[in-house]
Each structure stands twice: as C-alpha cells, then as structure tokens.
C-alpha cells in the first residue's frame, strides 16, 4: 500500500508515503533508535559447571535490573504508555522466561545465548498461538534485546534523546520504545513498518505526535536530514522547503487547537455563519449528535429505523420515534427526511420487489407515486411529533427530479403546518434549483446520490470510487448551481451527503456559497473546527481553484494550496 515517490532535484524534495496514523505536521532533523543489539554467537564455548550458578545469578541481575528501569519509566508515564512499559517490564520478570533461561544455562549455555534461546521459544509460541497473544511478540523480543545488550555490555538499546528536538525516523519501534517517547524532544515520529492499530501508532495517538507508518523508503533517508511529517496526508517529505514546512506545521498546530476547543456554533474565521448539523437516524444518534456539539440535525434518515420492518409501522410509532430526534434539539434546526426507501436502503413495505434497475427505479419520493397514503401517513407523525414537541421541523424529500414533484410535495408538508424543502440528488435537479425553490423553502445537497447520478457510477462500487469521489469537479459544478440558485432566491441550501464530512472539502462547499454542513457525529468538531481557521475568501478562492481542476486528486491539491499552503 505504501509507495515511494522520488521526483527528479529539479522537481522539488522527495515525498516518500505511507499510512496516517495520527493528524499533524512536525519538521526536524532526523533521528534514528540507536543500532541493533547483536546478539551473541550460539556457539559461544559452554559455560564450566563450576561457573553455572553465578552465569545464573548474573542473568537474574540482569533481567532484574532491565525490569526495574522499564518499571521506573512506567511509574513517570500514563495511560496506554505506563501500561506498555509496565506489560514489558513483567515479560522481563517473567518466572518462565527465566526459569527457560536458567534451564539453559545449567547446561553450559552462557546466560546472553540462553536468553535469546529463551526468547525464542516465547515468540514462536505466541506467534503460533496468533491474535492478541501474538502481538507480544514485539514486547519479548524488546526484553531479549535490552537483557542481551546488559549481559554484553553494550549500553541499552533504544530511543536518543536529541538536544535539538528531532523527527524519530525507524523501521520499526518496540513499544517500550514508543512509550518512553518525550515529545518535547521528539516532534514526530514514521515507520517502514506497522499499521494503524500497532503500538507505534496507539502510543503516538496517546501522546499527540503525528505519525505515518508503513512508509516505503524511509530507510534511505540519512540521519540528520530534514523532515516534513505530514500525519493527515500519511507522508513524510525529505529536504522540504522550509518556508512551506513551517506553514504546514503552524496550519496543522491551529487546526490541533481549534479542534480541541470546538463547541460551536460554526463560523468561519472572519465570522461568515456556516451551520454545522449532525446525520442522525434515531433519538439516541440525535442525542449523541447534542452532545458532541452539533448546531441540530442536517438528515435526520428516516427510513434506517425500519430496514428490517415487513409492514409499515403506525402513525403513533413513527412520531414517538421522531418527537425523540425533535426533542433533542428543542428550538433548534431539524430537518425530517421523508422514507428513502429503495435501491440501498431496500423497505419491505415500500420497495416495489424486482425492478431492474433499483438505482434509477421507485425508490425515494417515487415510491409516493403507487403508494400516496404512505407519504401522507408519515408527513402526519412528524407533525404528530412536532406537535408533541412544539417545534417546527424541516421536512424534505429525497430523490426529487422535477418541479412538479417539488411542488406536490411542498403543498402537502404547507398543509401540515411544516416547513418543505427537497434533496438535490439528480443532476435535473440541480439543473432546476431556482424553480424548485419557487415551491419550496430550502435545498439540501445530497452528494452521495448527485455523484452517482451525476458521474453514472454505482455509489457502492469500489472499482467506481473515483468517479464517486465527492471532489469531482463536475460534482462541484453542480453544487455552485445549487447554491447560487439559493442565494438569488434568499433561501437556505446546504449539503448532507459524505461530503460534508471531509473537513477540507467543507471549506470548499462553503466557498462555492453553501451555508450549511450535515455529517457524521463524529466528524461535527473537525469540519466546524477547521471551518473557524479559514477565511470566507480562502474558501471561495479554493473552490475557485478545484472547480479548475479536471479530476479529483487535481482538485483536493488545489484546495490545498490555498487553504493550508
Ligand atoms: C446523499 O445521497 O448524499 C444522502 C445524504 O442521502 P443517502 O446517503 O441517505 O442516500
Ligand atoms: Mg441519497
């Protein structure tokens, strides 16, 4: 998965890439853990059996003395790195391990070969017993190593602790290793090998030090070159220019900080209101949604609740199920999506059975088109649930195509005293933003279907994934269509789809004139957060600068350019 990309001198510094791990950019000269421990000759001459028992005593010395530095590190350290420092000073204490080592050595083994004997057949039986216990594999060779470089006197292994605070460059970390980190002297940290859930990467998320493994390449970088971590884009680049490095890192650290501090409500820097609302799809999600700071609900995803229903659940069901997700948020934004039943989000009760071609057949507000009450049924609980409430929710309707279908349904949801809008998901759509808006009150952009429909790619292909990439720049075309129509007609249009989840590619929405952002929960605080450290003109000369572009790789390094530098 991870590649090296080495451009010619003249082309700039080499960005080598790898998985990111932890977000953030650190710049230093690089470091490396001191050289590898060599381990003794097996066959070493044999131990006299007058000798045996001091070989004995010397190696409990030593076992002793390496579980006493790791259990000392731990007693300065917290959470997931006193856990990892403790975990390995006890395999160091081990009675087994040692009770295997001494066993060798009463037969003349001396005790640093008996220790890597030991180890041995304590990393083949983890590794056979694999799972959790073969991830201590790590921990027992780390121990070997430590208790071979006391028993031979080669000074202890590990991490240096640079005077000029440096990038840890290495093939791989023991997790004592990582534990041990202080990041005041070590900006960041890469690794040729581990993935996002090894120690490295656990230990550098605990300490906040942005981190990329699996890096091809990383072993021809010398120590003491400059570095560029970039742990949001997983690369690390050699030589960079060292004005555009400092501003990635200052970028990353006001980023760090805003996103720390979010609570709301969203604004960009020089203040322009951008709501940023949560997708939900019960009480519970909406609750949860309050609780990390969502401004309301952007989608409130109707149909989830009943997937697995054969019949319709009851007018009274439904609004005891919506009057949760409305009391969530009393007196705030929430906007009620009629049942997108159909294609991916099949209902029994709803889904006309064996079409074709689900995609472009009955599925959201056509469904209406066999099955009116249905439509009627539902617009009646949520102003059932409303009125439970006393709110005033937003209802719209997915998979709108044309203006007649806009209307109808804004006449229904007007005669329920609630307030009508429509999803942007078929390019017609977009195409007609400005008439559909003579009918109803707001827009919402649902990218995820627009770029299907747009692009004519199955949303859940994975061979498609680029053409269903939400930086498509004719995806975003559309958007700027959508959102200019809302603002000649001073009505409120907003994005619901994945794309708003993408904290930079929010940045872009707002500048192409959207003013409100509705993603995942966990996503809330990184758009909102990276929306306060943008200016409204660098949003809009992002935009500008994606919508230029031809595909999406082109478009998100273009916005990048103008947002973060
Ligand atoms: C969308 O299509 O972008 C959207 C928000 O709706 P869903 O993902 O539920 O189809
Ligand atoms: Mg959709």
Request: proline share 7%; aromatic share 2%; charged share 20%.
């Amino acid at each position: 998965m991870s590649s090296t990309v080495s451009p010619p001198a003249s082309l700039g510094p080499a960005v080598l890439t790898g998985t990111p791990v932890v977000p953030g950019a650190a710049v230093g000269p690089v470091v490396r853990p001191s050289g590898a421990v060599r381990l003794p000759a097996e066959s070493e001459a044999a131990v006299p059996q007058a000798d045996r028992e001091a070989e004995k005593a010397r190696y409990r010395a030593a076992a002793e003395l390496v579980a006493e530095r790791l259990s000392a590190r731990a007693a300065a350290s917290t959470g997931v790195s006193a856990e990892v420092l403790s975990t390995t000073a006890g395999i160091a204490r081990d009675r087994a391990l040692r009770t295997t080592a001494e066993q060798r050595i009463e037969e003349g083994v001396p005790a640093a070969v008996a220790a890597v004997q030991a180890a041995q057949q304590f990393m083949d039986m983890f590794a056979a017993l694999g799972g959790l216990m073969a991830e201590r594999v790590p921990d027992v060779r780390d121990v070997r190593d430590r208790l071979v470089a006391e028993l031979t006197g080669q000074g202890e292994p590990g991490i240096p602790a640079p005077d000029v605070p440096s990038v840890l460059l290495a093939e791989d970390l023991a997790p004592a290793d990582t534990a041990g980190l202080d990041p005041a002297r070590i900006l960041g940290l890469a690794t040729r090998l581990g993935g996002t859930t090894s120690h490295t990467a656990i230990i550098a998320r605990q300490l906040g030090l942005p981190c990329v493994v699996g890096v091809g390449g990383l072993d021809d970088v010398p120590v003491g070159a400059t570095v560029l971590i970039d742990g949001e884009q997983g690369t690390v680049t050699v030589d960079p220019e060292p004005a555009k490095a400092r501003a990635q890192v200052d970028a990353a650290r006001l980023a760090a900080e805003a996103l720390a501090g979010y609570r709301g409500p969203g604004r960009t820097r020089d203040g322009r209101v951008v709501q940023v609302l949560a997708n939900v799809q019960d009480g519970a999600g909406a609750r949860a949604a309050a609780d990390a700071h969502a401004e309301g609900v952007g989608l409130f995803r109707t149909e989830l609740a009943f997937l697995g229903r054969a019949a319709e659940p009851s007018v009274d069901e439904q609004a005891t199920g919506y009057a949760e997700v409305l009391a969530a948020f009393p007196g705030r934004k929430v906007v009620v999506r009629t049942l997108d039943a159909g294609s991916d989000k099949p209902l029994a009760f709803a889904t006309p059975p064996d079409e074709a071609n689900p995609a472009l057949g009955v599925r959201g507000l056509r469904v209406a088109r066999r099955n009116p009450r249905l439509l009627e049924r539902q617009l009646d609980a949520i102003a059932e649930a409303a009125a439970r409430t006393a709110s005033t929710p937003w209802v719209m309707a997915p998979m709108v195509a044309t203006v007649p279908e806009a209307a109808g349904f804004a006449a229904a949801v007007r005669a329920r005293g609630l307030v009508p809008g429509v999803m942007i998901e078929v390019p017609s759509a977009a195409l007609h933003a400005e008439r559909l808006l003579a009918h109803v009150d707001f827009l919402s952009i649902g990218t995820n279907d627009l770029s299907q429909y747009a692009l004519a790619a199955d949303r859940l292909s994975a061979d498609l994934a680029e053409l269903t990439d939400p930086w498509q720049p004719a995806l975003l075309e559309l958007v700027a269509l959508t959102a200019g129509a809302g603002r000649r007609a001073g009505k409120p249009v907003g994005v619901c789809g994945e794309a708003a989840a993408d904290p930079l590619l929010g940045c872009v929405l707002v500048g192409l004139g959207v003013g409100s952002l509705s993603c995942a929960t966990s996503a809330v605080a990184r758009v909102g957060a990276r929306l306060s450290t943008v200016d409204l003109t660098a949003c809009e000369r992002a935009a500008e600068a994606a919508l230029a572009t031809d595909d999406p790789q082109a478009a998100r390094a273009a916005a990048r350019r103008v947002l973060v530098g």
